[in-house]
């Protein structure tokens, strides 16, 4: 038998694993992905007071919730794109929760963004990346750290200009390489979406959803605190609500790190 969960306890215990947040508040101010309006868009947060210790409820205080399945921090399921529509168990509810659970490898492109709002990160940069962290493992999740979580407030977190939105992502060669060749969980983002901002003029258009979902991996946008991880050694838990049928959910995306 492993004694590595009483390890993990002890060590949670005595601080030499950090437990790290990486989600974003999810509330009436979180912003939504802006589609072209001949889209139809998705619903922001809306928050009900039910009862609050009042006549409504005098000894419990609870809310009803609304908004888009795929709003703040949240999880894309396989089934979220066309590409990934006949995937088994590739919605919320049927994906087997051991692929909810994965190690991590950060990939550092904040110096390239605040130069480029529109960097993407190319096959050969991922290439740099494991000649100094090693190899991508199967089934890891892949998280993008661009500095974007620091921007708050619509305007800067879309950044649109005249000719859309610009936001860094990954160049599409990588989410085929990321995908295909080193059969990754997914990946993670900390900008509204998986794609870039300028990829929904890309061929596909919006690639990394077009790739990741049709091979069956997931997504994670909108996290933060990525800066806290080391390149490699954490392990990310994202485990999205259990919605029938979901395309995706908000969630709390946690990673165990060594301090
Ligand atoms: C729908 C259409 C395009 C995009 C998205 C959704 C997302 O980014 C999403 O949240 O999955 S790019
Ligand atoms: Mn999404």
């Not at 089934?79 to 190690?103: C, L």
């Not at 969980?185 to 990829?199: K, Y």
């Not at 596909?204 to 080391?230: I, R, T, Y």
């Amino acid at each position: 038998m492993s004694d590595v969960l009483a390890r993990l306890v002890a060590e949670l215990e005595a601080g030499t694993i950090r437990v790290v947040d990486l989600t974003q508040p999810l509330g009436p101010d979180t912003v939504v992905i802006d589609l072209p309006p001949m889209f139809a868009p998705s619903n922001g947060v809306t928050i009900e007071q039910i009862s609050r210790y009042d006549e409504a409820g005098p000894g419990w205080y609870w809310n009803n919730l609304s908004f888009g399945e795929h709003t703040g921090t949240h999880f894309d399921a396989p089934r979220h794109w066309i590409t990934g529509r006949e995937e088994e168990a590739g919605t919320t509810d049927t994906i087997p929760v051991r692929r909810f659970v994965g190690p991590a490898c950060v990939i550092d492109i904040e110096a390239q963004v605040e130069v480029d709002a529109d960097f993407l990160l190319t096959p050969e940069q991922l290439e740099l990346w494991e000649e100094t962290h090693g190899r991508v493992p199967g089934d890891a999740w892949v998280l993008l750290r661009t500095g974007w979580s620091r921007r708050s407030g619509k305007e800067a977190f879309l950044n649109v200009g005249e000719d859309g939105p610009h936001s860094p992502g990954f160049h599409p060669d990588t989410s085929y390489m990321l995908a295909h060749d080193r059969g990754v969980l997914g990946v993670g983002v900390e900008t509204v979406g998986t794609d870039a901002g300028q990829a929904g003029a890309f061929e596909p258009p919006f690639p990394n959803h077009a790739v990741m979902h049709g091979a069956g991996k997931f997504g994670l946008a909108s996290l933060c605190n990525l800066d806290q991880l080391p390149a490699t050694g954490a392990v990310v838990i994202a485990a999205p609500l259990k919605i029938v049928d979901g395309s995706g959910s908000p969630l709390r995306v946690i990673a165990l790190a060594p301090a």
